[in-house]
């Protein structure tokens, strides 16, 4: 592993430098499944001058890793020995990455990839391998495939809390993305999933990656101990601060011969298994520990599918906070025809037909109107409650900069419980930095007709504000106290300086936990 990772890093085996290698034309490509670009750009040299399709310049590495774990594609023994001069091709057989045939070509038995990312810690990047995509099989995916690192991997990891703690729980670990992305802020991750392959890949990633960064000392010193099962099973009688999970979420028909894809199926009916998770999860948690995922839910029968998440919340055998995010809602037919095409069944075949058909006939069954997409956040309470937020936020946010904005909110969120309003009337605000004010004025109107805060980093929110609570955001600068800036406000205004208390302060708690203003 020592020799594999050092060959990789000695190619310059990086995300940037393969957007650089193979343009931003066909990286955008490759991330909706099309390799063809991307392999047009890295063997361009070896096809010009006579080498075999799928060959590579041997004097090339980084073309003959990335064609081979990058794309998946054969490359030429001998272009694959000279890539990996200290782990050899012997090598990488007894990794069961490549198989080598008399014929020369290498083949590939899995992907390994570089993923760059950005944190509080800086810039860093993994090399995550798992199982060969649609594109590099050439045809539907096995149902034990275990899925590389995608959209939705890439959203929870940017979700991650900042904030540091001793023991997280990657529940459903598939390649170990996640379990990664928590060991940058925790002590020890225990990762868990049903797949042994999963586990097999989870294991692997780790290993590499410390030997990568030098984090442990050697590939012994592992951080993160996988446990095989389903849920919650593996770590009954545990307690973790943090629980992440990328759950097999994806509501798949239980009958009519659908495949049963591990990476995103979950074996319950509906959307059953994310309502496990939120229901039980809290059993795992410490008292504050958090849990965050990723989920579908169903609206049936009438009851809108935020309603229904809350239910599962009130279910939970120990007290919860809540916030629960949806970001997409999708109609039973595209759901569907998302799902079938995200397995490598093509539009217009009979095998596409009766897929649909059998999606089609399980939602109908239960009265699902649509699907809805989102993000999960819950936190094992200490005493009652105080956070039940369930809202839609459907309008393009910043890829960075979530996590740390959640970590920043339920901060302010708990240091506003213990402000009364007298208390926060002392407090002395400032506008974030990335917040603007628009103003919208009707044609020869002296005054805007709307007044919009506007946040540039976050969730990218967008505030209708009126007359008053503008002048009091634009009075923030840390100076004047709350109460001092209402009661100079009221006077202008001509106003009852109580009952503007009464009425602004509500929405400076809500400015505060969503990042408009900040406390001292």
Do not use: K
Request: proline share 6%; aromatic share 6%; charged share 20%.
């Amino acid at each position: 592993m020592a020799a594999l990772a050092g060959d990789l890093a000695a190619a310059g085996y990086t995300a940037e430098h393969l957007r650089e290698r193979w343009g931003a034309a066909a990286d955008g490509a490759l991330g909706r499944g099309h390799a063809l670009p991307a392999r047009r750009a890295l063997t361009a040299g070896a096809l010009a001058s006579g080498a075999p399709s799928s060959g590579a310049d041997a004097d090339d590495p980084l073309a003959v890793i990335a064609l081979l774990f990058g794309l998946g594609q054969p490359a030429p023994l001998d272009a694959v020995a000279s890539a990996f001069p200290r782990t050899g091709v012997g090598g990488l057989e007894n990794l069961n990455l490549i198989r080598s045939r008399a014929t020369g070509i290498v083949h590939p038995l899995v992907l390994l990839r570089p993923q760059s990312f950005i944190d509080d810690e800086g810039a860093g990047q993994w090399w995550i391998a798992s199982d060969l995509d649609e594109a590099a099989l050439g045809g539907a995916l096995p149902e034990d495939h275990v899925l590389g690192v995608g959209g939705a991997s890439l959203t929870l990891a940017g979700l991650q809390l900042t904030s540091p703690v001793a023991r997280v729980l990657d529940l459903g670990s598939g390649c170990g993305i996640q379990a990664l992305r928590a060991l940058r802020v925790a002590d020890r991750v225990v990762a868990t999933d049903r797949s042994e392959r999963a586990l097999a890949f989870t294991r692997f990633n780790d290993v590499l990656n410390t030997v990568l960064n030098n984090e442990a000392g050697s590939a012994s010193d592992a951080r993160i101990q996988t446990r095989a099962g389903d849920l919650f099973d593996p770590v009954r009688g545990d307690l973790f601060d943090r629980v992440v999970s990328n759950p097999p979420f994806v509501i798949t028909p239980r009958e009519g011969g659908v495949p049963a894809y591990e990476y995103r199926d979950g074996g319950r009916v509906g959307d059953a298994l994310v309502a496990e998770v939120v229901s039980g999860v809290g059993t795992v948690l410490v008292p504050g520990g958090t849990a965050q995922l990723l989920g579908n839910w169903e609206s049936r029968d009438g009851v809108d599918g935020l309603d229904r998440v809350r239910a599962w919340v009130a279910q939970s055998p120990v007290p919860m906070d809540a916030w629960v995010i949806e970001r997409e809602r999708m109609d039973p037919v595209s759901y569907a025809e998302l799902w079938i095409r995200d397995g490598g069944t093509v539009p217009g075949t009979p095998e596409y037909d009766r897929l649909l058909g059998a999606w089609l006939d399980d939602f109908a069954a239960r009265g699902v109107s649509a699907i809805g997409f989102g993000y999960v956040l819950l936190r094992r309470a200490v005493g009652t409650p105080t956070l039940a937020r369930y809202e839609r936020v459907t309008h393009a946010v910043p890829e960075s900069g979530l996590g740390e904005a959640l970590t920043r909110a339920l901060a302010a969120h708990d240091t506003l419980q213990n402000l009364d309003d007298r208390a926060l009337g002392t407090q002395a605000l400032v506008v974030a930095p990335d917040v603007t004010e628009a103003r919208h004025f009707l044609p020869g109107a002296d005054d805007p007709s709307v007044i919009e805060l506007r946040q540039g980093g976050g969730f990218a929110r967008t505030i209708a504000v009126d007359p008053a609570l503008a002048a009091l955001v634009g009075a923030c600068d840390g100076e004047l106290t709350v109460g001092q800036i209402i009661a100079a406000i009221a006077e202008l205004m001509d106003a009852d300086e109580q009952a503007l208390h009464a009425e602004l302060l509500p929405h400076v708690r809500a400015l505060v936990v969503d990042g408009f203003l900040a406390l001292p």
